[in-house]
């Protein structure tokens, strides 16, 4: 029954991932509402221009087929800002603007008769009001935008996020900063004009048409509910899957008790064998006590195991210490059991015997694999970096646990072996192959 579940759910989440990306792509590349402003019949059009501010310009306008034709003269006078326009309105009958807040961006197909170095300014009047006044036009918000090089570039395509409110009726209004920016809920009218730097003269612009594009729901709204679809199926498998772990706790509660109880067990012998364990402080290799517990091991009668000693002395280690002093011969002691360290085996075992002497105890390896590995250590540690570059060598003696031999006879035989190595001139592996001790020499 679990197993339909979980089949149930995955075809469910296959649905609704299948389901997030149609609406993605029918959001991203599907179809869009256009606004035509002066498509309708009954939208009022007209001309505009600076007498009603003082000025003298004249601008006319008349309509050729589907083009408007906005004749304008601007005449210099007292008036710093002459300008001519073809205004369409948006609002209704009751003068409600339009909401163009879902609406993303605006085409305008008009340009100059002639080219001209200003530009044609894009008008979108907003009414807010916080702000605006009925009956005042200069009130209404001026969303704008300037456009240059109207003949290359045809039409021009305007993001409505990337148009401005003018810095002067912000300060004309003494607009608070909460809506300096672009508003878009109650847009009253359309309006294009002369460019900002227009000089005097006579010119013609021709509007060819104006499109105002954008989504039938906003990416805001369709996101939100994509958003909060995710997060409700988030929450829904959450809620079952913490009540199916419940039940699953439930029922494994009796094995978890067990396991516990062994767990303890388990870290109860990992504790006493820690305590047995114990390390030199300063080298951090195990002590003597660390190796005892290998040699208290109760053989079969008649069997021996196959383990081997390698004792390692520091050639010279009095000198250093008397030379440098205890620091720096501390200093060499770590540095030569990292060495060996790095260079034996994961099952071997070594220990500090005392001052500068080490033991290896390599259990399952015999006299010439233990001499092999005391000889490449030989060579590992001639070979290393050392404290005040001082050149430290080591001898090493080797010996194979024999039948019916005691620890005692088997730790005295890898000593004496040593002694041989020391006494021959250091810096060499000795080995010991039977009781009593008959040394055999390895180069």
């Not at 240059?148 to 009726?169: E, K, L, N, S």
């Not at 498998?237 to 029922?251: D, P």
């Not at 005892?292 to 000693?309: I, M, R, V």
Request: charged residues 25%.
């Amino acid at each position: 029954m679990t197993i339909q579940h979980d089949i149930i759910k995955a075809r469910m989440l296959g649905l609704l991932i299948a389901i997030t990306l149609l609406v993605l792509v029918f959001q991203t590349w599907g179809p869009e509402r256009v606004l035509v402003p002066g498509q309708d019949p009954d939208t009022h059009i007209e001309s505009i221009d600076d007498r009603g501010n003082g000025g003298k310009s004249v601008a006319s306008l008349r309509r050729d087929g589907e083009k408007f034709i906005l004749d304008c003269e601007i005449i210099p006078s007292d008036y710093q800002w002459p300008y001519c326009e073809i205004s369409f309105s948006l609002a209704d009958k009751n003068g409600k603007g339009m909401d163009l807040t879902n609406y993303e961006q605006v085409k305008v197909w008009a340009r100059y008769s002639a080219p001209q170095e200003f530009g044609i300014r894009l008008q979108l009047i907003n009414f807010n009001p916080a702000y605006s006044r009925i009956g005042d036009s200069n009130s209404f918000k001026y969303n704008a935008i300037e456009l240059f090089d109207t003949h290359m570039r045809y039409p021009q395509i305007i993001d409505m996020r990337h148009m401005q409110v003018p810095t002067w009726w912000l300060s004309q209004g003494k607009i608070p900063p909460v809506y300096w920016g672009p508003e878009f809920r109650d847009v009253r009218g359309v309006q294009i004009s002369t460019g900002e730097n227009v000089t005097p003269g006579t010119y013609q612009m021709i509007i060819e048409r104006v499109e105002i594009s954008g989504k039938y729901i906003s990416d805001r709204s369709v996101y939100l509910a994509l958003l909060s679809l995710w997060i409700l199926l988030a929450l829904i498998f959450f809620v079952t899957t913490l009540k199916k772990a419940n039940i699953e706790l439930l029922n494994n509660k009796q094995r978890q008790s067990q396991l516990e109880a062994l767990n303890r067990l388990l870290n109860q012998e990992h504790r006493k064998l820690e305590d047995r364990l114990t390390r030199d402080p300063l080298t951090g290799v195990l002590n003597r006590d660390g190796l005892a517990p290998l040699f208290n091991q109760s053989w079969e009668p008649g069997s021996t195991p196959l383990l081997s000693l390698v004792f390692i002395d520091i050639d010279h280690f009095k000198k250093i210490n008397d030379t440098y002093g205890h620091n720096l011969g501390d200093q060499v002691l770590l540095a030569f059991a990292q060495a060996l360290s790095k260079n034996t085996r994961t099952n071997d075992l070594l220990a500090r015997w005392g001052g500068e002497e080490f033991v290896l105890a390599c259990p399952e390896t015999t006299l010439e694999n233990a001499i092999g590995l005391a000889e490449k250590l030989r060579r590992a540690i001639e070979k290393s970096e050392w404290p005040k570059n001082l050149q430290v060598t080591a001898s090493f003696g080797v010996a194979q646990m024999l039948a019916e031999e005691s620890p005692t006879e088997f730790i005295a035989r890898a000593d004496k072996a040593l002694y041989t190595a020391k006494a021959q001139g250091r810096n060499c592996v000795r080995a010991s192959t039977h009781v009593p001790a008959v040394l055999v020499a390895v180069k």
